[in-house]
């Protein structure tokens, strides 16, 4: 069955920091993998996505995501973090059927320190 | 930009009442879920709404739920019967074309308490 694993429930970094936040994923197929978002009062926004090519995604607000089959994840980075980037962060997977669900992991949430 | 909106953002109800949430997607999109999050639970996908009609739905969305576009501009959610493990945030989301690569835009989400 297709699932997301996020093994970091809660992660603290100091700003100016970096930062790793842990996806992996079970999908039989090449998966649609997503990044997204949530700050309070929010809903979630997209970070980034991918399907095909260049296993190096850029998204907004500075983020990236490496791809790595071998290893089924899809960790999000980011060289160096700014308080405002304190939020929940969700990893998940899409099918390639057309108007499917995605299937998303926990979540992470990201504490920023100064 | 546009956005998917959600009301009301909280709400609380006796258990065993009827609820409806509602969401605006946004406008031009013909793809729309609705998804919810236990506390401390990961976000599980309810249902998928296409044409006028349920196109996916979970194992969750049992005969207790239903989903209705009443307008142009509106997709609820009802809840025909709240049990208090219905407590939950419940997001809608839209998309606007059917390639699973289109992103969905997700709404604030509605915060439903059962007491």
């Known amino acids: 069955a297709q699932s997301v694993t996020q093994p970091d429930i809660h992660i603290t970094v100091s700003e100016g920091a970096s930062l790793e936040l842990r996806c992996n994923y079970s999908?039989?197929?090449?998966?649609?993998l997503f990044w997204y978002v949530q700050s309070p009062g929010q809903g979630l926004q997209l970070l980034l996505k991918y399907f095909s090519g260049d296993t190096l995604v850029q998204g907004i607000k500075g983020f990236e995501a490496e791809f790595k089959r071998s290893q089924s994840s899809f960790n999000l980075r980011k060289p160096s973090v700014h308080w405002s980037d304190a939020a929940e962060y969700f990893c998940a997977v899409g099918a390639h059927q057309a108007g499917t669900a995605l299937i998303f992991g926990k979540g992470t949430t990201l504490s920023v320190s100064s | 930009e546009p956005e998917v909106t959600q009301t009301p953002s909280h709400q609380v109800t006796q258990m065993g009442q009827e609820v409806i949430l509602r969401c605006v997607p946004i406008s031009n999109h013909l793809y729309f879920y609705w998804y919810r999050q236990i506390l401390g639970q990961k976000v599980e996908f309810l249902v998928s709404f296409y044409n006028n009609e349920i196109s996916e739905k979970s194992e969750i969305f049992d005969d207790q739920f239903s989903v209705e576009r009443p307008d142009g501009s509106n997709f609820t959610l009802k809840i025909r019967s709240t049990k208090l493990e219905d407590s939950a945030m419940y997001f809608c989301a839209s998309k606007g074309q059917p390639a699973s690569t289109d992103t969905q835009y997700f709404g604030p989400g509605t915060r439903l308490t059962v007491l």
């Open positions: 999908y039989g197929a090449t998966p649609y």
